[in-house]
């Protein structure tokens, strides 16, 4: 059996505007440790037994700073999937699936940018969903919910399979508050975290009856594709005409052998600064803070400066992002909120080249004489 980590990195990551960019996504910076999150999720995939190196799926954009995070760390991948232009994770999967030689390889599919704390809990529940992937289940990973969050989508679990491990009997959109807090009630509802273990033929078998224009259009997009060495990008006019969809609206919503897994790993995908907020260190007001920071009778506030100085006093549930451009302050509670000023940045004039700052200089006037 062959088992291949998928990495999928190509999303933009803009809820974490304005450190998180589409030239720097979040998965290239170091937002829950010393390495960046891509580079947590190769050391996570290393770690489990009998895994093979990597297959990364990310944008063309990005390949040198893939590359360089990734050997930096003694993760290269073994084969580098680059996508001309972003279509979601349905094609995305499609060509990790196309392109793996072994037919019965279980792919181990995993977001580049989340971040998972209990790194052996994971390995045994992937270990334990091996025979039933093996035997040609989907097999997906729930979290455990700990509140009533509405920021995620939900996976009700239905008939027990093996263990712990049960049939999926339907995904719930992100819910409204009295929902959420329902599901939460009802103790069979996990968080949909995106993380999937299956048999690369499986995937191609469910491609083919739930999405066959979709699986014949990456193909044919990957029979022209430029290839040198583990590199492959597809060719960008034949990938451009793909449905952008993702995986779990294309096949998992509608696979008829679907199992979850639940788990409390130490599970965030740090969707928000709210969530990076809940997993900082924080200091004895709550306050999560980082870089060049001052920060007296305030309370429950991110604060975060790779540029100037930020001061604050008896602020709360603040969130205050400063880069080098651009200064971030929003309510903790609207955090989901960023991206509209995100859309209305891009449509923004740019402000004019700083002036160089100068000295300030004091000029007493002598009084003319009388």
Not at 86 to 100: D, Y
Not at 120 to 131: D, T
Request: charged letters at 20%; aromatic letters at 4%.
């Amino acid at each position: 059996m062959q088992l291949i980590p998928v990495i999928l990195s190509g999303g933009a990551g803009t809820r974490l505007w304005p450190l998180s960019t589409e030239q720097t996504p979040k998965q290239f910076l170091p937002l829950a440790g010393e390495e960046s999150l891509l580079q947590q999720t190769a050391l996570r995939a290393r770690s489990i037994a009998q895994a093979s190196s990597p297959v990364v799926v990310a944008s063309q954009d990005h390949e040198r700073q893939i590359l360089r995070e990734l050997e930096a760390v003694g993760c290269p991948p073994s084969r580098l999937l680059l996508e001309p232009i972003g279509r979601n994770t349905a094609p995305a999967l499609a060509m990790a699936a196309l392109e793996c030689t072994d037919e019965n390889a279980l792919l181990l599919v995993m977001p580049s940018d989340h971040v998972i704390r209990d790194v052996e809990s994971f390995g045994e529940a992937v270990h334990r969903a091996l025979p039933l992937a093996q035997d040609g289940w989907l097999v997906t990973f729930g979290i455990t919910p700990d509140r009533p969050a509405t920021g995620y989508g939900y996976i009700h679990m239905g008939e027990p399979l093996s263990g712990e491990i049960c049939r999926v009997n339907r995904f719930v959109e992100k819910p409204e508050a009295a929902r959420a807090e329902r599901m939460l009630a009802d103790g069979r509802y996990v968080w949909n975290a995106g993380i999937f273990l299956l048999r690369s033929d499986r995937l191609i078998e469910e491609l083919s009856v739930h999405a066959p224009g979709l699986l014949g259009s990456v193909r044919k997009a990957l029979a022209t594709a430029d290839r040198e060495g583990n590199r492959v990008i597809p060719d960008r006019a034949t990938f451009a005409c793909v449905e952008a969809k993702s995986i779990d609206y294309v096949v998992m919503e509608h696979a008829a052998r679907m199992a979850v897994v639940p788990v409390d790993v130490g599970w965030s995908d740090i969707g928000s600064w709210d969530a990076l907020h809940e997993i900082e260190a924080q200091d004895d007001s709550g306050n999560a803070l980082h870089g060049d920071v001052l920060a007296l009778e305030s309370h429950g506030c991110l604060i975060r400066t790779s540029g100037p100085r930020v001061a604050a006093l008896g602020v709360s549930d603040l969130v205050i992002v400063a880069t080098d451009d651009v200064v971030l302050v929003i309510p903790r509670e609207r955090a989901q909120e960023v991206r509209r000023l995100v859309q209305r940045a891009g449509q923004a004039t740019p402000p004019p080249p700083r002036r160089p700052q100068r000295t300030a200089a004091l000029s007493i006037a002598t009084p003319a004489a009388s």
